[in-house]
């Protein structure tokens, strides 16, 4: 995967990576071996291997994947002629770190010289299908787009599998079976697996039985927002933010708008929600236009510091997904209180004193969202957002985990 431009979780913690090997060790020591081609623009050198071809990933399918040896997401990266040019690269370069994007490229590793070989994982996705299956049962209606940013991988002959709700749910089914024992295979493989989620991370230690020396959690390397005053406008105003052509955005903004908002409004009827992102899906905006001008699509915003330095809180009621949500992140970046479902906020403590409140009802959600209200809690909760962002999240914490992840090296 390319991790520019960053907009992505995944991609913002690889690019991250890379930020942190060129500052410890420069630039000219950091290297980055991409399947496919590549832009020109990249702070690091980069060599180019040929990804599989149609056909070599269907006979990996068939031959892999059909008889239990491999799940599809690798198979449909493993080819012989990329293996080989992977090895020719690295006899090439003769590293001494090689850190390898999740199972699909960690699937490579061999013989090769590196003090150490560490695979980051991203999320434990076969909890991330079980969620997704889970999700799908209990609701029916939801269009949870099972392939995401994978689709690209796809072959087209393949695709057409994902469009059939019977279809996905019986291959998810099969996928994460699989890929649950690559996940555990992996770490005994290699020198260190990381993950995004500390929950997660304990997960693949117990399944393991490996200990948190092998298996540790990582957060992003964000840029740090400028600091600026909080100034909460008057009127309550909340933002929802995120790329509304996501299913899981789309999802969680619909059912939010239809069970939680009509509580805050019956409570609190000067309150506003304004919307932050492009490309609403198709029913989205006449959904909002039943609250009538409480209600704001604002699209794009280049300075997101304005609107979430005079917000009350931020809203993230998403139902379904998986990782670390990195716009909860960068809202307590701003100080800025989040109000999430569970599943909004898996990974991410929300505890007291974190400035995360955590609503698993409507009435709960509405009920935090009116309690900050409160200016004088306002302010508290704010407060103790930025100090959950610099104890966690600021650079200096980051490049700190890093160097604990890295240690070796």
Request: aromatic share 8%; with cysteine; charged share 20%.
């Amino acid at each position: 995967m390319n991790p520019y431009p960053s907009d992505a979780g995944k991609k913002v913690v690889l690019a991250g990576l890379l930020e942190y090997f060129a500052h410890r060790h420069g630039a000219d020591s950091v290297h980055y071996i991409h399947v496919g081609p590549m832009g020109d623009t990249f702070p690091t050198a980069v060599t180019t291997v040929s990804g599989p071809r149609t056909h070599e990933a269907m006979w990996q399918v068939l031959t892999r994947t059909t008889t239990g040896r491999a799940s599809l997401q690798e198979s449909l990266l493993r080819s012989p002629r990329t293996g080989a040019e992977i090895r020719h690269a690295l006899g090439r370069l003769r590293p001494d770190v090689i850190v390898y994007d999740t199972l699909r490229m960690a699937q490579y590793a061999g013989e090769t010289g590196a003090t150490q070989q560490i695979c980051y994982l991203d999320d434990l996705f076969s909890e991330r299908y079980s969620t997704m299956l889970r999700t799908a049962a209990q609701y029916p209606e939801i269009d949870i787009a099972p392939l995401g940013n994978f689709a690209a991988f796809v072959p087209s002959l393949l695709r057409p599998i994902a469009g059939h709700r019977r279809g996905w749910q019986t291959l998810l089914a099969v996928e994460r079976r699989l890929v649950r024992r690559g996940e555990d295979r992996m770490p005994h493989r290699l020198d260190r697996a990381l993950l995004i989620s500390e929950p997660e991370a304990r997960t693949l230690r117990a399944r393991t039985g490996l200990g948190d020396d092998r298996i540790m959690s990582v957060p992003p390397l964000l840029r740090e927002p400028a600091r600026r005053p909080r100034r909460p406008s008057e009127d309550p105003t909340y933002v929802f933010l995120g790329q509304l052509s996501l299913p899981h955005n789309d999802d969680g903004l619909r059912s939010f708008l239809g069970v939680v908002w009509p509580l805050v409004l019956a409570a609190e009827p000067r309150a506003r929600l304004r919307i932050i992102g492009r490309s609403p899906r198709d029913g989205l905006t006449e959904a909002a236009a039943a609250h009538g001008d409480s209600v704001f699509f604002e699209g794009f915003v280049p300075d997101l510091g304005e609107a979430l330095g005079s917000a009350t809180a931020m809203v993230n009621h998403l139902r379904f997904g998986s990782g670390i949500k990195l716009k909860v992140i960068e809202a307590l970046g701003h100080a800025l209180p989040v109000v999430s479902t569970p599943i909004g906020a898996h990974g991410i403590d929300s505890g007291d004193g974190s400035g995360l409140l955590v609503g698993e009802t409507p009435e709960s959600f509405a009920s935090h969202l009116l309690s900050l209200t409160d200016a004088t809690r306002n302010a508290e909760y704010s407060e103790a957002a930025l100090s959950h962002f610099t104890r966690a999240y600021a650079r200096d914490a980051v490049m700190a985990s890093y160097d604990r992840a890295f240690a070796a090296a």
